[in-house]
């Protein structure tokens, strides 16, 4: 059985990890984080691609490179942790075999493919004493943490719409799995940024009492799900959010509009965090995570808007919570049942629009 980091664990003992997956989820975002946070090691990278397994080998020496999930699953006694950085249907297979060896697992957003499959590892990882959490590193977005230093502030006064966006212009596709993938496989724009961009709005405004959705496909394959998306969503606090999503978007909108009876907060602009790390920036760079002024949110009313300087983003937040977590020290960053009622939400869109 793979060792589980118990409650009090020597903190020098790292984190031994395995990432599956070296595609943009595990070189980009996981690998990276991992190698640069003491508490892990980096031990195992899966992937079958030639030119990957290449990659992996090159970027990260110390770790052993297998070609699949089985090859790793027997190196499990020297194993505290796998990432699963592969595409949503294969997450609960994945998940119960980790699980089933003792390990606890990190899954990529937006968890699994249904509630059903969620509840399913979710319970199956207690009933095995081990830790499962969803990678929502967005909650760590530069402008989403200066967001909410100004909701906690009162700076806006009482909010009564936001409006967030997550849009680009690529025609031609990701070229990768997403452009073809069905609903059933988990595919679509908005169980992609949907989860993150619902997850956002659930943190900042707290739960929601109703949903509404609208999607589209008009990309060339047309048996995948959504490429265009919109949800609106109604918080038991009452405030009214509205989410877009759309990979064709030939011009954007804001990231971010917030309207409050004080005043509002216009964001434009994607976080700099993902193209940092893909561009081999690490976390430790004095520059990681620090927005550029040009890029800051201007606050205030029209005539009078001024540049609110931006937080710092800080996906490796992560990793160290999950650590603290895994050493008995505190909760998990992302709890399952939170990941579940995002995954409800795009559920029940998807079972209307």
Known sequence: MGGTPLPGMATA???????????????????????????????????????RMAEAGRLYPQARIVPTPEDMFA??????????????????????????????????????????????????????????????????????????????????????TFESRFEWWRPEGFGNWRDSATLAQGGGILHDLGAHLIDQA?????????????????????????????????????????LWMNGMAAQVGPRFHVLGSKAGYTKWGLDGQEPALAAGITPSDATYGTEPQE?????????????????????????????????????LPVQPAEALETLRIIENIHAFA
């Open 202 to 242: 659930i943190q900042l405004f707290g739960p929601v009492e109703e949903s509404y959705g609208e999607t589209a496909n008009h990309g060339p394959h047309t048996e995948a799900a959504d490429t265009e998306a919109f949800v609106s969503l109604r918080h038991e606090s009452g405030v009214r959010t509205r």
């Open 13 to 51: 003992a790292p984190i031994r990890t395995a990432v599956v997956g070296f595609g943009v989820s595990g070189k980009v975002f996981h690998a990276p984080l991992i190698e640069a946070d003491p508490d892990y090691s980096l031990d195992v990278i899966v992937t079958a691609d030639p030119h």
């Open 295 to 331: 890029s800051w949110g201007l606050l205030g009313v029209d005539g009078s808007a001024t540049p609110v300087p931006a937080e710092k983003g800080d996906y490796p937040q992560f990793y160290r919570e999950l650590a603290a977590s895994l050493r008995g020290r505190g909760p």
């Open 75 to 160: 190196l499990a006694d020297d194993l505290d942790l796998v990432v699963l950085g592969t595409p949503p249907l294969t997450h609960l297979e994945l998940g119960a075999t980790a699980i089933a060896h003792g390990l606890n697992v990190v899954v990529d957003k937006p968890f699994v493919t249904t509630v059903a499959h969620g509840a399913e590892l979710a319970g199956r990882a207690s009933d095995a004493g081990v830790q499962l959490t969803v990678f929502q590193n967005r909650r760590w977005d530069a402008d989403f943490l200066t967001l909410r230093k100004l909701l906690q502030d009162g700076t806006l006064g009482e909010v009564r």
